[in-house]
T-cell receptor, first 117, second 114 residues
Framework: NAGVTQTPKFQVLKTGQSMTLQCAQDMNHNSMYWYRQDPGMGLRLIYYSASEGTTDKGEVPNGYNVSRLNKREFSLRLESAAPSQTSVYFC????????????????FGPGTRLTVL | GEDVEQSLFLSVREGDSSVINCTYTDSSSTYLYWYKQEPGAGLQLLTYIFSNMDMKQDQRLTVLLNKKDKHLSLRIADTQTGDSAIYFCAESILLSGNTGKLIFGQGTTLQVKP
């Protein structure tokens, strides 16, 4: 089992360019998440998908869109990148969401380091 | 509101015990987690504790939960240089309508000196 995989590992964009970050999990999890990590701020939730076919906004959704392509894959799109979106992006998955059980435990991918110039 | 606070930095000598502390504000938390992040890597789940437990031990790791004071700690016995990393505390909050959220602290950087 690879767990949660993310591509690319590193990316440099110019302001205004667009790109899609890819995430896939092979644990048959229902729920998937996108976070960004900035120094001194912990992780902040951008978007999540509680189950296939649904997506919802997290704390910091502005400037991003997501697609839950199927049960395995959840992509994050930056339509017009800005320097404020320079960050490390993590994808995570969990068996379920909002059950108050161990099934809510989230497992993380290795991250994508994005720089916007 | 929901908030999770951690001290930012801890330095210990190899072989000593490390204690990383975390406080949280939301009393509706269900599970509390410790994640480890090594340089340039993702977050690795270390351990978790259910909110009705006081203590959980897993090899060199001991988690203590004081629900009254909303205080969580992670003790690492016989700390090794390989334990140098950032440690994140997180609480899982159950919201209405079968939804929930995970709130992270800012992370504590553990430096282990040989």
């Amino acid at each position: 089992n690879a767990g949660v995989t993310q591509t690319p590992k590193f990316q440099v964009l110019k302001t205004g360019q667009s790109m899609t970050l890819q995430c896939a999990q092979d644990m048959n999890h229902n729920s998937m998440y996108w976070y960004r990590q900035d120094p001194g701020m912990g992780l902040r939730l951008i978007y999540y998908s509680a189950s296939e076919g649904t997506t919802d906004k997290g704390e910091v959704p502005n400037g991003y869109n997501v697609s839950r392509l199927n049960k395995r894959e959840f992509s994050l799109r930056l339509e017009s990148a800005a320097p404020s979106q320079t960050s490390v992006y993590f994808c995570a998955s969990s068996e379920n969401f909002g059950t108050a059980t161990r099934k809510d435990t989230q497992y993380f991918g290795p991250g994508t380091r994005l720089t916007v110039l | 509101g929901e908030d999770v606070e951690q001290s930012l930095f801890l330095s210990v000598r190899e072989g000593d015990s490390s204690v990383i502390n975390c406080t949280y504000t939301d009393s509706s938390s269900t599970y509390l987690y410790w994640y480890k992040q090594e340089p340039g890597a993702g977050l690795q789940l270390l351990t978790y504790i259910f909110s009705n437990m006081d203590m959980k031990q897993d090899q060199r790791l001991t988690v203590l939960l004081n629900k009254k004071d909303k205080h969580l700690s992670l003790r690492i016995a016989d700390t090794q240089t390989g334990d140098s990393a950032i440690y994140f505390c997180a609480e899982s909050i159950l919201l209405s309508g079968n939804t929930g959220k995970l709130i992270f602290g800012q992370g504590t950087t553990l430096q282990v000196k040989p």
